[in-house]
């Protein structure tokens, strides 16, 4: 080969070469997109033709759910990508470049809004760029941290599932100019967010569904893609440090009502079960939100209250009716009829013995009566006919009649302490009647309550 034709290679290497490094810079590509429509200008040719925008999603995180303000707080990775229809490029012209990264200020963005965003400060993208495609396509993907309100139900806490949505569309456009939609379909999306998705412990992720929808605000009519979030609460905090003290407290409340009613300390130690219940009852209270359908724990707890209410004043009822029994030993009539007759019969008290016991006093006061009052009657016989025939009274009658009154004395004095122990023994029974009434309400209303609340929580 000659030198001339070897110079000739040579320079059309070097040529060709320098050619092929001047536009293989993504600057070239840049320069050779011309035409474009600024940030402000919808990048369509015919202005009546909609911008489709794609919108992907994949909940990485939930990062808190709060009850009392019904806030939910999550952590998603974002994908958005639409069309301009004044981008396009040939890679085989620039070295095989298909995409480039710019900064998303150069470029038309969709006024994407998130309808049930509560709070924008933490919304903001971390990452300003763009990934523009050779054929035109604009992908905006980022990761974003969102606080959106969520409508919860709590009747079932803290076995609750609360379905919360996030809905993505645009507030300016209507369907005529952007039209929003589902990049992946249900199945895609809830497999991409279980391949991610990181839990806390507080909350583990049931299903995510999503779904394209139109609503109309004004008059217009808007595009959106709703994404509907299931997610179940993790009860066992819940169980072992609420619901499990609440009903070890109900119980020893109910267990208290056996100890002797003549007991003084029972009361105190109910007072004192009462006030450990009620910190419990601060504590849930702290816990739930500001709501009209409350939940069935709630209910559960505040009637277990009013039961140990019920049952401290039961309890003050029952000391207050064995005081009186020193201070007032006649038992009032409707005690004995409507307490200590059918009361006691229905709360199957064995009275008959009580009552044979009452008339068989009863027969003996009678006879004492009318021992003395027959008594009396022949002393007036007697003194009248000493009257009327004027003989002197023996000595020996009048002692005998002295030892008949100290007699007759002893004998009353021994009737008053038994009548009195009587007494006693009526409003002790009729108390002991009531404390088995209390006792029978107070169980039979916590079985209940125990039974709502289970099936309200199978269920």
């Known amino acids: 080969m000659s030198p001339y034709s070897v110079s000739i290679l040579l320079t059309v290497i070097l040529l060709g070469t320098c ?59 974002f994908n958005m990508a639409w069309e301009n229809d004044f981008i396009s490029w040939n890679p085989d012209d ?55 309100s969520c409508d919860m139900n ?12 996030l809905s993505f569309g645009s507030y300016v456009f ?41 609503f109309t605000s004004e008059g217009v009519e808007h595009s959106q893609v709703i994404y509907k979030i299931t997610i179940q ?27 002797h009613i003549g007991n ?13 219940f009620s910190v419990l009852l601060l504590i849930l209270n702290g816990i739930l939100p500001s709501s009209d359908n409350p939940p069935v724990l709630g209910i559960f707890c505040c009637v277990c209250l009013a039961a140990m209410v019920i049952s401290i004043m039961g309890s003050i009822a029952i000391s207050y009716m064995l005081m009186l029994s020193e201070s007032h030993p006649d038992v009032p009539a409707w005690i004995k009829l409507w307490i200590m007759k059918h009361l006691a019969r229905v709360l199957l008290f064995k009275v008959k013995y009580h009552q044979q016991d009452q008339l068989v006093s009863e027969e003996v006061r009678k006879r ?33 009649k002295k030892l008949l009154e100290e007699v007759l004395k002893i004998r009353q004095e021994l009737l008053v302490p038994n009548a009195k122990s009587k ?3 009526d409003w002790h029974f009729a108390a002991t009647v009531v404390d088995r009434l209390i006792l029978i309400i107070y169980f039979i209303t916590v079985i209940i309550m125990f039974a709502v609340v289970i099936v309200v929580w199978i269920a």
């Not at 709590?154 to 949505?165: A, G, L, M, S, V």
């Not at 109900?250 to 009502?257: H, N, Q, T």
């Open 94 to 148: 620039f070295c095989g470049i298909q995409q480039l990264l710019i900064p998303n200020s150069n470029f038309w963005l969709p006024d994407l809004f998130i309808y049930e965003m509560t709070e924008t400060g933490n919304s903001i993208p971390l990452l300003q760029y763009l990934t523009i495609t050779s054929f035109g396509r604009i992908i905006n993907a980022m990761p974003l941290q969102i606080v959106s």
């Open 423 to 425: 007494s006693m023994s």
């Open 368 to 400: 004492d009566r009318d021992y003395k009052k027959g008594e009396a009657d022949k002393s007036t016989e007697k003194r009248k006919k000493n009257i009327q025939t004027g003989l002197k009274v023996p000595t020996e009658v009048k002692l005998l």
């Open 174 to 214: 209507s369907v005529e100019d952007i039209i929003m939609l589902s990049n992946s379909n249900s199945s895609q999306v809830r497999k991409n967010t279980q391949e991610i998705f990181a839990s806390k412990g507080d909350w583990s992720l049931l299903n995510i569904t999503v779904k394209d929808d139109n």
């Open 154 to 165: 709590i009747f079932k806490f803290p076995f609750d599932i609360q379905t919360c949505t």
């Open 19 to 77: 050619h092929c490094q001047s536009i293989c810079s993504f600057n070239d590509v840049l320069q050779n997109l011309t035409n474009i429509p600024g940030p402000e200008e919808r990048p369509v040719k015919n202005w009546r033709s909609p911008s489709i925008v794609y919108i992907d999603l994949s909940l990485y995180s939930i990062v808190s759910l709060d009850t009392s303000l019904q806030t939910l707080t999550t952590y998603i990775w």
């Open 264 to 276: 003084e300390e029972r009361l105190g130690f109910k007072i004192t079960v009462v006030l450990g």
């Open 233 to 259: 609460r993790s009860s066992i905090v819940y169980v072992i440090n609420l619901i499990i003290p609440a009903c070890l407290m109900v119980l020893l409340d109910l267990a208290s009502m056996f100890i």
